[in-house]
């Protein structure tokens, strides 16, 4: 490509136009495959392409041999196509990484990560910008977060961990109703609309309630249940165990906090003696036909890697009784969602993007969640979507 030249990507074609001279008909590299269809270009891409002016494109070629799914065919060679952007109205700077997989069967997208400025960068480093820093915007945006409990986490961590997990999902039944914040006080408009209106938050939300459906059937007397991981374990805690005896439940988590928070949790309900927990990888339960049940959400929407969720997947289905069910959920592809204000994903995308560029962006469809599942010894029985079909749940039976 020219040097000191700006350059537009035609997500249709794969050509690059100068944006200066107009200077059409250089591709990003010879014989550039299709984008795939279940992965979409960048957000700000998507429905105005003149709104963003490409700074830089560079690839790369490596050459790999190794199946990342036993049905899928032989990886020959892998491309990355590393693109960096300016977004004309936001004036955000942009940087993502496309991997590309080419196999005996074709060249196929296998998706990128978003971040800003620098793939895997911490926000501290991501805060130094380019050409002088943030954008206004951005900046506005970090400093309401730092106002309230829950945005300074997020603006910390990058992601929610057990305690804010259950701060979200429990939000339709307290602060909803009181209006009040973690902190006791008036939640401000941020927060409000992160709880009430942001998409990803209200299929979290969702997800949550049509786990409890799916799994008070199998929480009778005498059964052994698991959430993994736990957080605060309100997806078995929060049930309606009236008229069950016997049932013994187990929370396995990495974190400490979590575990902390989850025992006090179990007092509350009163249901301290029925519950052990376990500090322990999700990978490695070292647990053989163990429990009845097990509940998992929130790891695999942080796993990129195909092949590594599947071994998830093997870890349950190991420490599961024979017939035991698993019930577990996943992040659909973006293009495929029904938001209920399209408003609202287009500042989720922003927020969760520029501002707050957060982990948890790993998407699977279905049809690829029921094969993981298959390998790894599951028979899906059912899969419910959230009114969006953002975040849905799966239950599965261990064959």
Not at 323 to 347: M, N
């Amino acid at each position: 490509m020219s040097p000191n030249h700006q350059y537009r990507l035609s997500w249709a074609t794969n050509v690059c136009c100068c944006v200066s001279c107009q200077t059409a008909g250089e591709t990003v590299w010879p014989a550039i495959p299709r984008w795939r269809t279940d992965r979409p270009p960048p957000p700000c891409v998507q429905e105005c392409p003149a709104s963003v002016t490409f700074l830089g494109v560079g690839a790369s070629v490596e050459r790999i041999t190794h199946s990342e799914l036993s049905t899928r065919p032989m990886t020959r060679s892998r491309v990355l196509l590393d693109l960096e952007w300016e977004h004309n109205i936001l004036k955000t700077r942009q940087r993502q990484v496309f991997a590309y997989l080419e196999t005996d069967a074709g060249t196929w997208y296998s998706g990128g990560t978003m971040r800003i400025l620098s793939h895997g960068h911490d926000l501290a480093d991501l805060a130094s910008g380019v050409d002088g820093g943030l954008s206004p915007e951005v900046q506005r945006v970090r400093e309401q977060l730092r106002t309230f409990e829950l945005g300074a986490f997020l603006l910390k961590n990058l992601g929610l961990n057990g305690y804010w997990t259950s701060y979200v999902v429990l939000h339709p039944d307290q602060g909803r109703k009181t209006g009040l914040g973690s902190d006791g006080a008036a939640m401000g408009e941020l927060e409000r609309w992160l709880l009430d209106r942001c998409p990803a938050f209200l299929a979290t939300q969702e997800r949550f309630r049509i786990f409890r459906s799916l799994t008070q059937p199998f929480m009778t007397s005498g059964t052994a249940c698991a959430s993994i991981p736990c957080g605060l374990m309100d997806d078995l805690l929060s049930g309606d165990d009236s008229g069950i005896n016997g049932m013994r439940l187990t929370g396995v988590d990495l974190d400490a906090e979590s575990l902390t928070l989850a025992r006090a949790n179990a007092a509350r309900c009163k249901l301290q003696d029925a519950v052990t927990f376990e500090q322990r990888d999700a990978w490695h339960l070292d647990s053989a036909s163990r429990w009845d049940l097990i509940t998992s959400n929130g790891l695999n929407i942080y796993v990129e890697d195909d092949s590594k969720c599947v071994d998830l997947y093997k870890s349950f289905a190991s420490a599961l009784a024979a017939g035991g069910h698993l019930v577990t959920s996943f992040i659909t592809p973006p293009e495929t969602w029904q938001p209920h204000h399209a408003g609202d994903l287009e500042r989720q995308r922003f927020l969760f993007g520029p501002v707050v560029p957060v982990k948890w962006q790993c998407t699977r469809s279905e049809m690829l969640t029921r094969e993981q599942l298959a390998i790894a010894g599951f028979e899906v029985l059912c899969v419910q979507y959230d009114a969006q079909r953002i975040f849905p749940a799966v239950l599965a039976r261990k064959l």
